[in-house]
């Protein structure tokens, strides 16, 4: 891993949008590059709330602000970048090895999450330092 290569875009979904409103449709392997299997959502965060604060070792996700706004710090260790998220229509794919945090969420964000796998605590790195070992020793 070098800087400039983070592996962190923003996805555009295609909206299918009539007089009646909107809607997208994510396909697993078709709009988000892995097989769903997992689907959770956060919302109702107090404001002034920090959330993440940790890295995957495997897990792939898409995060997706269906109602509302929050911003999204990623990390690779080597370079940080924010995310402003207030869109439905686009979803920020974070692959694994990416420090996220989470924060500024509106009282009305509502942060849909599209995962790689099930849930793991073994997969997760909580300690920044630790992060950072993991990364440089790959
Ligand atoms: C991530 C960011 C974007 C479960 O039981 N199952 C699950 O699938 C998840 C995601 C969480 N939990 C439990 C674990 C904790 O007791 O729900 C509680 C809150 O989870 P956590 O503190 O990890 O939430 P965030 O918002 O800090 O992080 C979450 C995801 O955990 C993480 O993978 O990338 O959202």
Redesign the pocket.
């Known amino acids: 891993m070098s800087v400039g290569t983070m592996n962190v875009k923003m996805i555009e979904f295609e909206v299918k949008g009539d007089e009646r409103g909107s809607l997208v449709a994510i396909e697993e392997c078709m709009q988000v590059p892995f097989q769903i299997k997992?689907v959770?959502y956060?919302f109702g965060t107090k404001s002034n709330v920090k959330?993440?604060?940790?890295a995957?070792k495997e897990?792939q996700?898409v995060?997706i602000a269906v109602n509302g706004s929050c911003t999204v710090i990623v990390d690779d260790g080597f370079e940080r970048k924010e995310f402003d998220m207030n869109c439905p229509s686009k979803g920020l794919f974070?692959d694994k090895l990416i420090w996220?945090e989470?924060e500024n969420f509106s009282p009305d964000c509502v942060l849909l999450?599209l995962?790689s796998d099930y849930?793991s605590e073994a997969d997760?790195i909580r300690d920044y330092a630790e992060f950072k070992n993991y990364v440089f020793s790959l």
């Open positions: 997992r959770y956060i959330r993440g604060a940790h995957h897990l996700q995060l974070i996220r989470m999450v995962a849930y997760y």
